[in-house]
Structure formats: structure tokens, C-alpha cells
């Protein structure tokens, strides 16, 4: 016992020397799991800024409708899919939380069996600071209507910009951050990995994201549940993950002309649905999944049942420093 923990002291004494011998090592530092999202997390329930035809209730509400149940071992949050609305009713009831603490550089790995799946649907796992957009806004999942794009995005204030050449397997639609100069849209990643987005990625069990924030770059990761590249760490849940293992990244924004001090502060992890909105409402005349008819309000307002998939089912959220 005696010679671990020393021989830990010297590893440690070792990686302040050479910080760089130990690029991509973290040890665990939060575990969210089933009832922890009770406590690390708290329900919004301010309306939606980007505009969504969604309620998002407290945590009392939500766990009165059951709308957000919490297991041993998952946690779900769901939309109300039984009520009729009309035009006067504020919108559908959902869920949004945002996580107590906050992060900066850090890994952070969500295990999700089934996501919010259906015409209408908006759903996102990111991370964003205090003042939008000064302090930066990380999508790590996203997208909308069950169809394209299935995106990672960058949204900072001006003077972010991202290369065109990068170490990712998706690809980039776009490269100037600055929400100011993008309509909100940022700097995306999209990306073409089967089963990483809406009813493929439900159907096949769901799958792990993870991003990679440091001081230099900023690194989006996907494996689908069932992919025999997903690394033992991020399968397992370990105590410590190495990323120099993971291989190339679904996203790589790299600080190469952004200055990551200044455009990213410490952020809250926020998992969220709403529907139409910004997003879902203008791609609502064009999705497939969607009657391509009608509003998209109007849609959510008269299509109670439509809701039964919305839902997220999370394994765990972990992070790691
Ligand atoms: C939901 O998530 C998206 C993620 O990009 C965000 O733009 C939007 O503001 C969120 N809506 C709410 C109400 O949190
Ligand atoms: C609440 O939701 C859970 C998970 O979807 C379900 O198993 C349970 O039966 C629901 N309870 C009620 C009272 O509807
Ligand atoms: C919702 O309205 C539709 C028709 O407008 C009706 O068929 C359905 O039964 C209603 N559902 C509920 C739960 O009231
Ligand atoms: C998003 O994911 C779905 C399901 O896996 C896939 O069909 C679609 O092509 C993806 N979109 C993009 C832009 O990669
Ligand atoms: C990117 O990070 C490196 C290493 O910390 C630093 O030397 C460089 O100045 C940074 N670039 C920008 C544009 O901030």
C-alpha cells in the first residue's frame, strides 16, 4: 500500500515536470447517475430562448408528471405526450437542466440509451457560460426533426475563427464562430457516422459523446453502443481516461486562431428539449419525418401522441479533470 501511494505521489511529481508526458490522462472527477441528476443538476424553467413551442417545468413539476424519472441506474425526461394544447397554452411540457457545478478544461463522457426522436423535436447535450455569447457555447449533440445535421458547433463573440484543414472525421459547415456574423450558427461540425443521431441511433441502443475541452483545442467523440472501436475507459466508466487513445475525433476545433482564454469561461453542462423554435421550426416544412403541412406550433399543439419518443433515457454523465 505504502509503495502505491508513493510510487503515485512520484507519477504525479512527474506530470507537473513534464505536463506533456501525460497529455489525454484525467481521473474521474463527477459521476451523474439515475438520482445524482437530482441533486448535481437543476430543472429551468424559464422560457425558452430560442423561441421553442415547449413548457419546461421544475424539478417538483416534473417529477409530479413523470415527466422526469430518476432510477438507479437512468434517468429519464420526457415531454408531455398525452395532452392537447391550444394556440393559448404556453407550449408542450419538457424538461431542460443545467448542471450545478461548472467546468473549464475537462472530459466529459454521456452514456445515452435513447434520445428525444420525432418531427418537431430539438434536443441538445452542451455546455455554455454565464454571459452569452461572451463566454462561449459548446453543442456537443444536436439536431433536429430526426434528420440533419447531427452537429457539433462552436458559437463564441467575434474574433473565433476555425481552420479549414482538421484532424476530424466529420465535417465542417462553417468557420467563423461569431454568432453575430453566422445568424447564431456558429461554427458546426457535421458528421456522417451511421447511427449517431435520432430513430438509427435509438434503434441501435444509443451509444456514447464525448468532448475533450483543453487550453488548445476543443475535441467532440461518438461510438455508437454497439461499435468495437469504443474505448475500454468510456465503455467501463473508469476511474481515468486517456484520450490520446481514442482516435481522430468526430469534431477537432483547435485554437489555432481563437483564443481559448478569452472566448471559452467556465460552463454548465445543460441537456435540453425543445420543440420547433429557431431551428426545428424553419427545417420543419422540409423534414422528412414531419407532415410538411400546417405550422410546426400547430403541429406540436394537436399531436399529443406524435411526443411518445421525445425522450431522453441517460446511462450516466461523467466527468473527469
Ligand atoms: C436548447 O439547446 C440548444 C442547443 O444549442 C440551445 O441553442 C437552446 O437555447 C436551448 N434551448 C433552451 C431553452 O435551453
Ligand atoms: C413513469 O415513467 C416511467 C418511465 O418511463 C414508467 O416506467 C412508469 O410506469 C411511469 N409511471 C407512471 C405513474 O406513469
Ligand atoms: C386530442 O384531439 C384529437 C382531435 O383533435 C382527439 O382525437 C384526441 O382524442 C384528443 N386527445 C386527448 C388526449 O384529448
Ligand atoms: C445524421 O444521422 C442520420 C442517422 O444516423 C443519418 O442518416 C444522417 O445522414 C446524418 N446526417 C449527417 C449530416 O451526417
Ligand atoms: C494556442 O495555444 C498555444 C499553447 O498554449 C499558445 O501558445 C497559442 O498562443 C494559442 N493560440 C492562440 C491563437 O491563442
Known amino acids: 500500500m505504502i509503495h502505491f501511494v508513493l510510487l503515485l505521489v512520484s ?31 437543476t430543472h429551468f424553467s ?3 430562448p430560442t423561441h421553442g413551442r415547449v413548457n ?13 424519472v430518476a432510477t438507479a441506474d437512468s434517468l429519464i425526461m420526457r415531454a408531455d405526450y398525452t395532452t392537447n394544447l391550444t394556440s393559448k397554452d404556453p407550449g408542450r411540457n419538457a424538461v431542460r437542466i443545467e448542471s ?22 430539438w434536443p441538445a ?14 453543442d456537443i449533440l444536436e439536431g433536429v426533426n430526426d434528420n440533419i445535421p447531427n452537429q ?4 463564441t463573440n467575434a474574433g473565433c475563427t476555425m481552420p479549414s484543414t482538421r484532424q476530424q472525421t466529420g465535417t465542417s459547415t462553417g468557420t467563423d464562430c461569431n454568432v453575430a456574423t ?18 438509427a441511433f435509438n434503434s441501435n441502443g444509443g451509444g456514447w459523446y464525448a468532448m475533450e475541452r483543453t487550453s488548445t483545442f476543443i475535441n467532440v467523440y461518438f461510438w455508437a453502443r454497439n461499435d468495437a472501436s469504443v474505448p475500454t475507459d468510456v465503455k467501463t466508466g473508469g476511474n481515468t481516461v486517456d484520450t490520446s487513445a481514442w482516435g481522430t475525433p468526430v469534431a477537432n476545433f483547435p485554437n489555432t486562431s481563437c483564443d481559448f482564454a478569452s472566448h471559452f469561461k467556465a460552463h454548465k453542462i445543460i441537456i435540453n428539449l425543445t420543440f ?25 399543439d394537436k399531436n399529443p401522441g406524435a411526443f411518445q419518443n421525445a425522450y431522453w433515457d441517460i446511462a450516466s454523465v461523467r466527468t473527469y479533470t
Open 276 to 300: 420547433c423554435g429557431d431551428w426545428a421550426g424553419s427545417s420543419f416544412a422540409t423534414a422528412e419525418v414531419c407532415p410538411r403541412i400546417g405550422s410546426c406550433d400547430d403541429y406540436v
Open 182 to 199: 453566422t445568424g447564431n450558427s456558429g461554427c458546426g461540425v457535421v458528421s456522417n457516422k451511421p447511427n449517431i443521431y435520432g430513430k
Open 125 to 138: 447535450a452542451w455546455e455554455v457560460g454565464g454571459k452569452w455569447p461572451d463566454e462561449g457555447e459548446v
Open 56 to 68: 419546461y417545468v421544475d424539478q417538483a413539476t416534473a417529477l409530479r408528471l413523470n415527466l422526469t
Open 11 to 41: 507519477i504525479y511529481s512527474v506530470a507537473n515536470l513534464f505536463p506533456s508526458c501525460l497529455a489525454g490522462h484525467y481521473n474521474a472527477a463527477d459521476t451523474y447517475v439515475g438520482k445524482d441528476f437530482l441533486t448535481g443538476f
Open 100 to 121: 450545478v457545478k461548472s467546468y473549464t478544461t475537462h472530459v466529459i463522457i454521456f452514456d445515452i440509451n435513447h434520445m428525444p426522436q420525432g418531427c418537431a423535436t
Open 152 to 155: 457539433s458547433t462552436l458559437h
Open 46 to 48: 424559464d422560457p425558452d
